[in-house]
Nanobody, 127 residues
Framework: QVQLVESGGGLVQAGSSLRVSCAAS????????MGWFRQAPGKDREFVAG????????YYADSVKGRFTISRDNAKNTVYLQMNSLKPEDPSVYYC????????????????????WGQGTQVTVSS
């Protein structure tokens, strides 16, 4: 069982940066692949970024590639999403997710492929 708590959301200006964090409970954090999703009002939740157990393998949605970076610190049971050059279309509730798998698990983007979810943190971008 993993419990996830996001933090770090807020209101920022377009073009600026923001880092959101997700703290996980449990001693098995390092054996879960981690990811970030987002959901805007009236839209489906969509994949943003994911990483493997160690964080050495990362992958991104095309809409954020080159601007967002996912990373994790297994010693702190925390995963991060660094968001640079924020755009007006980026505002959403950002959700952290954890998924079971093997050390090389990679490339999961569908909601059904993730086992645990946080409650979300709101990111708002002003133009």
């Amino acid at each position: 069982q993993v419990q996830l708590v996001e933090s770090g959301g807020g209101l920022v200006q377009a073009g600026s940066s923001l880092r959101v964090s997700c703290a996980a409970s449990g001693r098995t954090f390092s054996t879960y692949r981690m990811g970030w999703f987002r959901q805007a009002p009236g839209k489906d939740r969509e994949f943003v970024a994911g990483c493997s157990w160690s964080g050495d393998r990362t992958y991104y949605a095309d809409s954020v590639k080159g601007r967002f970076t996912i990373s994790r610190d297994n010693a702190k049971n925390t995963v991060y999403l660094q968001m640079n050059s924020l755009k007006p279309e980026d505002p959403s509730v950002y959700y952290c997710a954890a998924g079971s798998g093997t050390r090389g698990s990679y490339g999961y983007t569908r909601l059904s492929e993730w086992n645990y979810w946080g409650q979300g943190t709101q990111v708002t971008v002003s133009s």
